[in-house]
Structure formats: structure tokens, C-alpha cells
């Protein structure tokens, strides 16, 4: 169903609108929050079920295949002529990219935890993410038989502190279900009844209680203002909206985490939730100024003003086969179609078009998006997520997604021979919507090689290409770019010499082959005396080395670290061609190298990997495992380790899953090259047995 608002009530909540980001761990209710807000506010006429495949945020084949978020998508629910953009985003740790773009657009964030499960990975990771943005917490789930508000919300103050505030006293029965909740803010309470929520009495069993609540709330909201705080200290009483102001400014500030909780299926607690929304979350006129950069590249702030010149920031871009749509939050001023905007990426000035109001899959043409709202562009090409979009006469570039680099990689291929430009056309199309993975074709390796946050994510894009691009890919461990160097000097002759009738081929070098720390590349020097080989040769004896090492003796990687020295040979004046020449050093290349000591070199990555004191000991045994070196660690103060460590390629193909399931999800890491080292004579030996089965394969 189309967002049909009259355009009286566009009018009234023009620069009142607000951006919220809910984000948890799957299986939380995560989704059902923003179907039951649509729900229960008239924006759709059926409340949508993840298992049944319908809800309004979790629309792709994918998401309904698995049932679980991919992507992140946007509902706008139209609540008291307020407008809150919701975005809707995954629980999986493989689409964090996604939380992040929602991070960048959102004013506000509501992070749902289950009653059931308690504080779960996804709420620690997504409250880390958050930084300084503003925060509520929504216990969900709380009518449901094993829930237990009490121990979610201790769990809760426990891992975040005082930060964490209940604006809500639930009414609990004998099973620990909440059947109903006190609104402390308005000290209302309201219960489940005939699967609606209702307002009722506030227990005489809890009264004592509630009042206890309230008074600890006044006391938080009094401590983010001067002027309450004196006012609480002579009369120890604040009135709704006294209270409603100083949590406000708590929560701009991220001092104050107001806590909810209800049942996202039955509805209790949504209605709150949103009024909260309304009464506690600035619009983003009232946000402070955000960081920028100017044209020439000097820092500046960009004010949230509605009558400012343009600026916005794609934060997110959906392409399918409907076409392309480019997600804008408006940061200052505001968007029409007529415009063109100065994009500070590219250096291109864009002519607009259409813009729409996403909510789904479904869209519904504006002619206008204005100061603090999000929208959507059609058609925008050359237009990719974090690019800053402005007026040209006033450039500023905002700061874009701080995505993570990718950390697991696959090698990928069609499956089908001939499918090699449909499948790098698909991935680059794929790329568009999801900029977390990187395509990076390795001519050393002969692979193309797709890096991304985890298994999961790499599994979507292979579906996805079945399905939207008829390419059907298949996945194997990257080959390791291992390279091969000599340790001692030998010298060998290459000797060329062909008769046939006519003409005939001769060529003859000596060639000195020695180690060579200096320089990666192959060094080429001669030393030729007397004429023995005519200088004009001398172009196809390097020539024909330069190709030769390119594949070394023991597994076929290039040779490095080598220095050739052309120092005697002879020719003949009628028979010697450059060709014989260049085929004479390749052979005193194949008979020198096996006899100069060749060994194997690895690629070594240095390792930063972050993780919670509990796992030092697991994280440090499995790098020793890994032949890994411990260079260092470093604690960052919140009860987490920072382990710089030196590790071989070739162990860490799987690093991505194995730390996850050592940490539970709560260890990250990055990774990059930095040199290259001799193997041990095990990994050499494993090394050049998987190398000479390979070359037999092919």
C-alpha cells in the first residue's frame, strides 16, 4: 500500500520528520517492530510474518528464502503527523555494513533484544557500532513463555551502565510473562486485551515500585539540565514534559539509553515506543552540526538548516531489475527534482529526477525530500553510496560509512565455460547495492577472488547471481600467491644449436645465477669479454630470462631475489638469431635452478585482532597453531585486547569463521600483507605437493 498522506498533512509534518534505525541479533522480533508500527498506524492493511515470507522490510527472495534481514530497508510510518523513517536492518554479523549505512542516516537507534535470550552478541556489537548516536533499547518478546524482562534488563545495566534507563515498570504475572506495562514518563499503564493493547489501572502490587521507577527517572532527566536540577532538589517532582526534556537532552547526548519493552507481534508496548520516539528523539534540525570537508579539503561543520544550500549523503543504493535507486539523507537545505547537484566523489554534476518515498519494495513518487528526511533517486549512474551530493555553489563533503575491510575470501568462477564476463558483470552490478565486498581479478593466481565479511554474505551473492543474473558460480579456497628464490650461485651454459635444411639456429651462453636480497625483481648484468657473444644478443638473453622466472623449479611460482650475469658463449656469424639466443638462457635457466638450493616463500600478513580478555587464551594457542607470531598487545580500556600478531597466508583462508566461533561473534580482526618469508620444510613440502597436483588437474 502507497503512502497516501493529503497534502495538508504533508505540510504538517514537513521538518518534523525523524530517521530510526532498529537494528538486534536475528531472531530477536527485529522486523516484526517496524511491520507492527506500519500495522498499527494504517501503513499497511495486514500485519506481515517472517515465516510467512510477506513483511513489508524483508522483501528480497533471499530474505524470504532464509528468513532472516540481508539488506537494510526503509518503512516510514506516519505516526501523530510525525513521519519516522524506520530502517529496518540485518541481525547477521555478515551484513554489518548494512547497520552502518542505517547508523549514517538514522537521528536515533532502537536496538531490540529478545525477553527470552536476554543481552545477546548482536546488542553488544550494535551498541559498539552506534559510537555517540542516540539510543533506546526495546525488550520485545516479553509475553512469550521463558521470557524474563528482569534478567534481560540487569544483563542490560550490567554490560552498559547508567546509561541504561527504564522508562517502563512491566506487570508481570506468576510465569515471569509481562502482561502489561506502566508508562513511567506519563505514569499511565496499559495491557494486552482481545490481542490489542488497552489502558488500564496501575496494580496496587507494584504502585510502590512504579513510584520508586519514576523518581529514579526524574533524577536522570534532572541531571542533564541546571534548571531541573534545582527544580528537583526544592520540590522533588518533575512534570511529564519537565522529564520528557531533560531525557531528551540525554539521549542527544548518549548519556541516557531510555529501556522499553512489549511484544512486537501483540502490539504491546509499540504504541509507546513511538510516542517516545516523538517525545525524546531530536529532529535532525535539533542535532548538533556535522563534521565535513570543504572543496579545497579544510574541515568545516555543516548545520542541520532547512533553508541551507543542498547537501546529502547516498547512504545506501538498491538495484534491481526495476532500476536503480539512490538513498539520500538530506543532511542541509533540501532535494527536488529540478536540481543539479554537485557530486564531491565523481567531480560530476548530477541532473535529478523522479525522487520517491521508499517503504519495501514499494515506492510512491514526492516532488520534494526535505531537511532531515530520507529518499529516494532514480536513475542516478554514476551516483554510488558515500558520495556527498550538493549544491555546487556551497561543496562540502560529508563523511561517509566507516565499512569494515573485507576479511574472508573466496575464489570464484562460473561454473559454466564462457560465463566469465556475465559473472564479473553481475558482481559488479551486485557490488552497486553492497559495497562491504571487494572483485579483485589476480592475474598471478589465474582466480577471481571475492572478499567479504563472512560465508554467509559470499553465499547471497552466489544466489543472487543464479537468480538475477543466470550465472551459476561455484567457490573454492584462493590459491596462495607463494613466490620461489635461490640460496646459493651456480653457473650453467645453455647451448642452442638446430640444423635443418638451409639455415640453421645456434645460440651459446653462460650464464652466472646468484642470490639477490637488494631487489625483488630479476637483476640482469653482463660481463662478456672479447666479443664471445655480440652485443646485439644481449636484449634476447634477458628477454629469454625475464620469461624463464616466471616459473620456478619446484612448484612454478615466479622466482625472485635472482641476479643473472650473461659472462661468456659463443655464436655464429651466419646461424645466430636473437631466437636462438633467447631459447639458449632459458636452458642454462633449467639447469642451473634445480641446482641452486630453490626453497619456497610465503606471503605474511600482520594481524589485528580485537577480543574480549576472556578469549586471550583460546585466540593466542590457535595463532601458535597457525605458525602465527605474537607481536603485541594492547587494551583498550572496556575490557578487550587488541593482539598484533605476524601470520602466514596460507593459514588464515578461514580465520573470518573460526574466530567468530572461538568468540562467539564478539572477536574481529583485520588483516594485511607485509612481506614475504621462507616456509618451514612442512609447509614447503604441502605447498609443492598441492602445486604439482594442481598442474596435473589442468
Known amino acids: 500500500m502507497a503512502v497516501n498522506w493529503t497534502r495538508e498533512q504533508k505540510q504538517v509534518i514537513e521538518g518534523r520528520e525523524k530517521s530510526l534505525l532498529v537494528s538486534a541479533a536475528a531472531g530477536s522480533g527485529k522486523t516484526a517492530l517496524p511491520e507492527s508500527m506500519l500495522f498499527m498506524t494504517g501503513g499497511t492493511d495486514r500485519f506481515g510474518k517472517v515465516t510467512d515470507g510477506n513483511t513489508t522490510c524483508d522483501y528480497d527472495a533471499e530474505e524470504i528464502k532464509r528468513n532472516i534481514s540481508i539488506s537494510l530497508a526503509v518503512a ?14 540485518p541481525g547477521n554479523f555478515d551484513f554489518a555494513g548494512e547497520v552502518l549505512s542505517g547508523i549514517r542516516a538514522a537521528e536515533c537507534a532502537v536496538l531490540v533484544c529478545g525477553a527470552k535470550d536476554g543481552l545477546s552478541v548482536g546488542a553488544e556489537r550494535a551498541w559498539k557500532m552506534l559510537g555517540n548516536k542516540p539510543r533506546m533499547i526495546f525488550i520485545n518478546r516479553t509475553d512469550e513463555e521463558n521470557s524474563d524482562y528482569n534478567a534481560c534488563f540487569d544483563a542490560l545495566k550490567g554490560k552498559f551502565g547508567t546509561a541504561v534507563a527504564p522508562i517502563v515498570a512491566p506487570i508481570i504475572d506468576g510465569s515471569k510473562k509481562v502482561t502489561g506495562i506502566v508508562d513511567l514518563l506519563h505514569n499511565k499503564a496499559y495491557e494486552v486485551k482481545g490481542g490489542k493493547a488497552a489502558e488500564c489501572a496501575i496494580p496496587a502490587d507494584i504502585a510502590d515500585e512504579v513510584e520508586a521507577l519514576r523518581a529514579e527517572l526524574m533524577e536522570a532527566a534532572a541531571g542533564a539540565d541546571e ?12 512534570s511529564a514534559e519537565e522529564i ?15 529501556v522499553l519493552c512489549g511484544s512486537a507481534i501483540s502490539g504491546l508496548g509499540v504504541d509507546m515506543l513511538m510516542q517516545t520516539v516523538l517525545d525524546l528523539v531530536p529532529v535532525a534540525t535539533d542535532m548538533p552540526a556535522e563534521a565535513a570537508q570543504d572543496d579545497d579539503g579544510n574541515a568545516v561543520e555543516v548545520a542541520h538548516d532547512e533553508n541551507g544550500a543542498t547537501a546529502a549523503i547516498v547512504f545506501k543504493t538498491v ?5 536503480k535507486f539512490s538513498l539520500v539523507k538530506v543532511v542541509r537545505g533540501k532535494i527536488t527534482g529540478d536540481m543539479s547537484l554537485y557530486d564531491t566523489t565523481t567531480g560530476n554534476t548530477e541532473k535529478l529526477g523522479r525522487l520517491y518515498t521508499l517503504k519495501g519494495k514499494k515506492n510512491e513518487e514526492v516532488k520534494e525530500i526535505c531537511c532531515g528526511d530520507i529518499g529516494a533517486i532514480a536513475k542516478m549512474d554514476r551516483v554510488k553510496t558515500g558520495d556527498t551530493l550538493c549544491d555546487p555553489k556551497s561543496i562540502v563533503k560529508l563523511a561517509g560509512m566507516p565499512y569494515a575491510e573485507p576479511c574472508y575470501s573466496r575464489a570464484i568462477a562460473p561454473k559454466t565455460r564462457g ?5 564479473g558483470t553481475g558482481l559488479n552490478r551486485l557490488n552497486e547495492e553492497d559495497p562491504t565486498f571487494t572483485v579483485v581479478n589476480n592475474a598471478e593466481t589465474h582466480q577471481m577472488v571475492v572478499s567479504g565479511a563472512g560465508d554467509i554474505q559470499i553465499d547471497v551473492l552466489v544466489s543472487k547471481l543464479k537468480t538475477r543474473f543466470g550465472v551459476d558460480a561455484e567457490l573454492d579456497t584462493p590459491r596462495v600467491p607463494y613466490r620461489e628464490k635461490i640460496r646459493k650461485t651456480v653457473q650453467k651454459q645453455g647451448r642452442h644449436k638446430k640444423q635443418t635444411g638451409g639455415s640453421g639456429q645456434f645460440g651459446d651462453v653462460w650464464v652466472r645465477f646468484e642470490p639477490n636480497e637488494e631487489s625483488e625483481e630479476m637483476v640482469f648484468a653482463e660481463e662478456v669479454f672479447g666479443g664471445s657473444v655480440p652485443k646485439n644478443f644481449f636484449p634476447a638473453v634477458e628477454k629469454g630470462l625475464r620469461e624463464a622466472v616466471i616459473h620456478g623449479p619446484l612448484a612454478g611460482y615466479p622466482v625472485v631475489n635472482l641476479k643473472c650475469v650473461l659472462y661468456d658463449g659463443s655464436y655464429h656469424p651466419v646461424d645466430s638469431s636473437e631466437i636462438a639466443f633467447k631459447t639458449a638462457a632459458n636452458l642454462a635457466y633449467k639447469a642451473a635452478m634445480p641446482e641452486a638450493s630453490p626453497v619456497l616463500l ?59 566461533s572461538m568468540t562467539q561473534s564478539r572477536g574481529s580482526f583485520t588483516m594485511h600483507f607485509v612481506r614475504y618469508e621462507q616456509c618451514s620444510a612442512d609447509a614447503q613440502e604441502k605447498a609443492v605437493a598441492a602445486a604439482k597436483a594442481m598442474q596435473e588437474a589442468e
Do not use: H, W
Open 602 to 660: 610465503e606471503p605474511v600478513c600482520e594481524l589485528k585482532v580485537t577480543v574480549p580478555d576472556q578469549y586471550m587464551g583460546d585466540i593466542l594457542g590457535d595463532l601458535n597453531k597457525r605458525r602465527g607470531r605474537v607481536m603485541g598487545m594492547t587494551p583498550t580500556g572496556d575490557g578487550e585486547q587488541i593482539i598484533e600478531a605476524e601470520c602466514p597466508e596460507a593459514e588464515l583462508m578461514s580465520y573470518a569463521i573460526d574466530l567468530r
Open 76 to 89: 516510514p510510518v506516519k505516526y501523530k503527523n510525525v513521519k519516522i523513517n524506520v530502517l529496518d536492518t
Open 227 to 238: 534548571e531541573l536540577m534545582e527544580k528537583f532538589f526544592e520540590t522533588m517532582e518533575l
Open 419 to 423: 560465463q566469465e564476463e556475465k559473472l
Open 244 to 258: 520528557a526534556k531533560g531525557l531528551k537532552l540525554g539521549v542527544r547526548d548518549g548519556s541516557v539509553a531510555p
Open 319 to 323: 538495484s534491481d531489475q526495476y532500476g
